[in-house]
């Protein structure tokens, strides 16, 4: 596509649920980042991926965050028993050398955990 | 890992104020260095970048010189408007094989009308 497409735009949830957040980068591009806002907040680095891999995990904030990456393309970031704390705003990114390095963002699945 | 500081927390400025937002780096590694702006309710976006040293990226009456001897990129305007409210983040040196990972901590600007 166009642009850095994520879904759903918002979701709220049950305390101790899972919630699965999807990406679909920009098309070619072969690395791609998932980052963390709080309301007000910067940026947290989550995870980032280069082709399929992931080379840094060393954002996530617990073992109850997994992101996956297949085909070079889709990206889906799952986080199992929801917490309070984890409400924020999720924000994936795709980049390419081809495009000069550029981040591009997507505008964010907006998580609430009631 | 690569990182930059840059001013933090909010600037008040009146329309037609000057302004300059502070991005130092830590390494010379890579050559390019980007300036990201974010408005309420959307995702962070490229506001200006420079490719190399001494190279002066521009947008919209912003400017950041590349200054590699003081490792800093200043986001810079002479008169700023209230169209220019919103979050600006520094992110650190970039280049092919390298990924920006740790944005700087962003500077909200608002501008008072």
């Known amino acids: 596509g166009a642009g850095v497409s994520q879904s759903p735009s918002n979701k709220v949830t049950e305390k101790g649920k899972d919630v699965e957040l999807r990406c679909d980068p920009i098309s070619g591009h072969t690395a791609l980042y998932w980052y963390r806002q709080s309301l007000g907040q910067g940026l947290e680095f989550l995870i980032y991926f280069q082709g399929n891999s992931a080379p840094d995990k060393s954002g996530l904030p617990s073992d109850r965050f997994s992101a996956e990456r297949t085909g070079g393309s889709v990206s889906t970031l799952t986080i199992q028993r929801t917490q309070q704390e984890d409400s924020a705003v999720y924000l994936c990114?795709?980049?390419?050398?081809?495009?000069?390095?550029?981040?591009?963002f997507g505008e964010g699945s907006w998580l609430t955990v009631v | 890992g690569d990182s930059v500081v840059q001013t933090e927390g909010q600037v008040l400025p009146s329309e037609g104020d000057s302004l300059i937002v502070n991005c130092s780096y830590e390494t010379t590694q890579y050559p390019s260095l980007f300036w990201y702006v974010q408005y309420p309710g959307e995702g962070p976006q490229l506001h200006l970048k420079a490719m190399k040293a001494n190279d002066k990226g521009r947008n919209k009456g912003f400017e950041a010189m590349y200054r590699k001897e003081t490792t800093s990129f200043h986001l810079e305007k002479d008169s700023v408007q209230e169209s220019d409210s919103a979050v600006y983040f520094c992110?650190?040196?970039?280049?092919?094989?390298?990924?920006?990972?740790?944005f700087g901590k962003g500077t909200k600007l608002s501008v008072i009308p």
């Open positions: 990114a795709s980049s390419s050398p081809a495009a000069g390095n550029t981040i591009y």
């Open positions: 992110a650190p040196p970039s280049g092919a094989g390298s990924y920006q990972l740790t």
